[in-house]
Each structure stands twice: as C-alpha cells, then as structure tokens.
C-alpha cells in the first residue's frame, strides 16, 4: 500500500495491517507488528526523503515455512543522507528510541538501497501454525 509522507500515513498502516491480519496471528504478534510498523513509517516520515508523489510504500507479506508462516514488513521511502541506525539515548531524550523497539520486538531487520531510495524491512519467525490434533489440558 502507499501512504502519505506524513506523520497520518502511520496511521493508515497500522489500521490496515491491523484489519488484514485480525483473523491471521494472534493478538500478542499483531500488537509487535503494528508498533514495528508505526516505528518503521515514522522513521520514513522524520528521517527520509519521500517517493515520488509524496508518498511512502508499506508492504507485508507472510511466508509460508515449515513451522509456520514467516511475517515480513517493509517500508519504502526516498532515502536520506545516512542510513537508519541505532542511537544511544539518555533517560530524558524524546527520541531516539524507534530502532530499538524494532530490534526488540523483530526477530531481524535490515536496509537495503536501490535507485530509487531506501527499503527498511523487518522479520518475525513463524507462527507456529494451528494444531488440531493437540488439546490442552487444564
């Protein structure tokens, strides 16, 4: 999907990644989602260049593997002058943190530049998929 390069277009990503994912992951993983999401697009919005048109891309996808489905996010803007990193922040800074959030709650994440900008991505390891044949004793 594309969003506006305006602290809004996070808005947008979390409704619509919220919506599409509801009936799919638990509610624990959609809450790490959509906060890694909003950090992501945030980035974009303070930090990078917008695409063409103002925009950003936001994009996630779910992969099948063996134990599950592997969750990956991506957010796509013009880029910037130097890439994202982690920051060291006092107690008192009011910012400084979004990567470490993503580092925290992400299983991976990492950058990668083409000729249009820059795709920051991150990863979730599967969901262990449904077993039917297992009940819980309680």
Same mark, same amino acid.
Not at 100 to 108: E, F
């Given at each position: 999907m594309v969003v506006p390069h305006h602290p809004g277009g996070a808005r947008l990503a979390r409704h619509r990644l919220a919506a599409e994912l509801a009936d799919v992951v638990p509610p624990t993983l959609l809450a790490d989602l959509i906060a890694v999401? *909003?950090?992501?697009? @945030?980035? *974009? !919005?303070?930090?990078?260049?917008?695409?063409? &048109?103002?925009?950003?891309?936001?994009?996630?996808?779910?992969?099948?593997? !063996?134990? &599950? /489905?592997?969750?990956?996010?991506?957010?796509?803007? @013009? &880029?910037? /002058?130097? @890439?994202?990193?982690?920051? *060291?922040? /006092?107690?008192?800074?009011?910012? &400084?943190?979004g990567l470490?959030? !993503?580092?925290?709650?992400?299983?991976?994440w990492g950058v990668e530049q083409d000729g249009m900008g820059q795709r920051v991505w991150a990863e979730f390891d599967p969901v262990p998929a449904p077993r039917p044949d297992l009940v819980a004793a309680g």
């Open positions: 999401l *909003a950090e992501l697009v @945030g980035n *974009a !919005v303070r930090h990078a260049r917008p695409l063409p &048109g103002g925009v950003i891309r936001v994009a996630w996808r779910l992969r099948p593997a !063996v134990e &599950g /489905s592997l969750i990956q996010l991506c957010v796509t803007d @013009g &880029g910037a /002058s130097t @890439g994202p990193r982690l920051r *060291a922040a /006092s107690p008192d800074a009011a910012d &400084g943190r470490h959030i !993503v580092v925290g709650l992400a299983t991976r």
